[in-house]
């Protein structure tokens, strides 16, 4: 298979914005593949959601614990990428804030996008079905009208 096609898109990191549901392994399959194809690294950023931050900001679990709960879905995720020769970097991100009105999933990866430096963005459309630990359920629409990066809706 031939790498890197010549033209109008160069794509270095892709950004796959996860949650541990089935919809966000899906996406981090698509981010690999276009990796693959621009010969370029992945970025997962696992969001947390409105429950699991309230309960982090007011003391009643340790943030550390909630990071070690997710490492077994990020443990897969980076195992799929390695069979596949795709180098994949991760990390975590509030979805929500207590503090701050306009922070939410979809500008917690649009702020992540900017701070790796993604050239695209592969975000899952999930089906809202109201599962607290399903951050991503809102977030591929604004994804969609905000960033500036190609984004890929799956």
């Known amino acids: 298979m031939e790498h890197a096609p010549s033209g109008p898109l160069d794509v270095e990191l892709v950004l796959a914005p996860v949650d541990g549901s089935e919809e ?3 996406a981090v399959e698509y981010a690999v593949f276009i ?10 950023v696992y969001l947390l959601g409105e429950e699991v931050v309230r309960a982090i900001e007011d ?18 995720v980076a195992d799929y990428a390695a069979d596949r020769g795709v180098h994949i970097s991760h990390s975590t991100a509030f979805g ?24 695209f963005i592969v975000v899952p459309r999930e089906p809202v079905t109201g599962d607290p630990g399903e951050v991503l359920e809102k977030a591929a629409e604004y ?8 984004v890929l809706s799956v």
């Open 143 to 150: 994804v969609l009208l905000y960033a500036s990066q190609p």
């Open 35 to 44: 990796a693959e194809q621009y010969d370029a690294s992945v970025h997962a």
């Open 24 to 26: 966000s392994a899906l």
């Open 96 to 119: 929500f804030s207590t503090r701050v009105k306009t922070r939410h999933p979809g500008s917690a990866i649009l702020d992540t996008a900017e701070d790796v430096g993604a050239d």
């Open 59 to 76: 003391g009643t679990i340790d943030e550390e614990s909630v990071v070690g709960d997710h490492e077994v879905f990020m443990d897969s």
